[in-house]
């Protein structure tokens, strides 16, 4: 019986899958799809980064973890990307008189990796086109779902319409999902994003003489209670900083001489670092971005459909947890295709239901972090906490 059931749902298992989205996520889950000997079709709405001048990617670095590693390492990508990350053993501290001090990420030197998120992405897209049962479409961008009919409608590069008709949609197509979209008009569907009031601006600090202008292997934090601005090591031996602070504040700061009191007044010693003049025209010319969570469940339509990474639990970054959560999307997604020999009726839900809660909790996680980094991390609790758990 239970022998015929598994061939049964074997019969089941999905011929052709199509991704939606070849970014971080996607590009990953075209590999792990691919080495399950399903072919792969990933639509990607943007040309190819490979060969493209810019690169619009919502941070320039990005921090890997744990769960990150682990993900690549079922792939058999970790020690490559590994080995091109910045260790961070902990964060540095930044004091408004120009102190420093640090506060480790753990005990023997355990650290996390800052790494390129342009290269990661182009190491995953050419990790998965490598693969003879991978095709990547760029400047496919998808437009309609059809779950009745089971097909997808695409825009291809020529302006054209495209259907195409998988066994299973993988949308791993980022915060404004449009894959969830089409999950919104299912029965039963739980949805909510919200903005929080705080935005973000991506500011740099050059090299000096080829060498890294601070110490390297952290990551660095100024918090001043109502914001922050962190710092993360580039392989170019620069380093991207990142002010989070509310819309209002931003509103405020509308001349070169007010960004520079600004900074006089709370980020005295990044001054010298970015340079002055780098520092207001970086200051009007970046954008000053939004930050974004999105909760919703269940993850799939019936047998047809799931949605993952950021298109499934947009976070905001301050738990560094994005990309590395929606690799273990990956992890689980697969070990429980695994679990039900690829019977997409059962494994689809069981995804649904034990990624929902992780993927929640670490979206409320990476919020309550953003309190700790600007504020608890300078209060006095706070140091004598680390300082009790390092005795
Ligand atoms: P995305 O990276 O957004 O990729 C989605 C892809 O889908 C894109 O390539 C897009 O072009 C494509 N697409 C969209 N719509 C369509 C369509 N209709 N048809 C076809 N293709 C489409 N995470 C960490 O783990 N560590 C960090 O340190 C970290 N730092 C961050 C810092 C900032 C400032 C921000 C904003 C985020 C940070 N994150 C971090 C989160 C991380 O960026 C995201 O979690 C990650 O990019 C999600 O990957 P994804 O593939 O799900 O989505």
């Not at 010693?269 to 974004?292: C, H, K, Y």
């Amino acid at each position: 019986q239970a022998t015929s059931s598994a061939a049964a749902a074997a019969a089941t298992a999905p011929k052709r899958v199509a991704i939606v989205g070849g970014g971080l996520v996607g590009a990953l889950n075209a590999v792990y799809f691919a080495r399950r000997g399903c072919n792969v079709d990933v639509y990607e709405a943007r040309d190819d980064i490979r060969q493209s001048k810019t690169y619009s990617g919502r941070s320039i670095n990005l921090a890997l973890s744990t769960r990150g590693i682990q993900a690549l390492k079922d792939v058999g990508l970790d020690e490559m990307v590994v080995a091109t990350g910045i260790p961070m053993y902990g964060r540095m501290i930044h004091n408004p008189t120009g102190g420093k001090y640090v506060v480790p990420y753990g005990k023997d030197n355990q650290a996390i990796l800052s790494v390129d998120r342009r290269k990661l992405n182009e190491l995953l897209l050419t990790t998965a086109e490598k693969l003879p049962n991978v095709s990547l479409h760029f400047e496919h961008k998808l437009t309609e779902v059809d779950v009745k009919a089971r097909n997808l409608t695409l825009r291809a590069p020529d302006r054209s319409t495209i259907t195409v008709k998988p066994d299973l949609v993988v949308g791993s197509d980022g915060a404004y999902s449009s894959v969830r979209r089409h999950l919104l008009q299912q029965p039963r569907f739980n949805y909510a994003q919200t903005y929080i009031a705080h935005g973000y601006k991506e500011l740099t600090i050059p090299p000096v003489d080829g060498k890294f202008a601070m110490e390297a292997n952290y990551l660095h934090i100024w918090p001043r209670h109502e914001f922050m601005m962190i710092a993360l090591p580039n392989q170019d031996r620069s380093f991207t900083c990142t002010l989070f602070m509310p819309f209002d504040i931003f509103a405020t700061i509308s001349t070169p001489e007010l960004v520079l009191a600004f900074f006089r007044e709370n980020f005295a010693d990044a001054i010298p670092l970015i340079g002055q003049e780098r520092l207001v025209s970086d200051f009007f010319t970046n954008p000053t971005s939004t930050l974004m969570m999105v909760k919703c469940s269940p993850y799939h339509i019936d047998d047809f459909a799931v949605i993952i990474g950021d298109a499934a639990h947009a976070m905001v970054p301050f738990y560094g947890q994005g990309m590395n959560c929606g690799f273990e999307d990956c992890t689980v997604l697969h070990r429980l295709l695994g679990e039900h020999n690829m019977d997409l009726a059962t494994a689809l839900p069981a995804y649904s239901k034990e990624r929902n809660p992780d993927a929640e909790a670490i979206c409320d996680l990476a919020l309550h972090n953003y309190v700790e980094m600007r504020h608890h991390v300078t209060s006095t609790s706070f140091l004598l906490r680390k300082k009790l758990d390092s005795l």
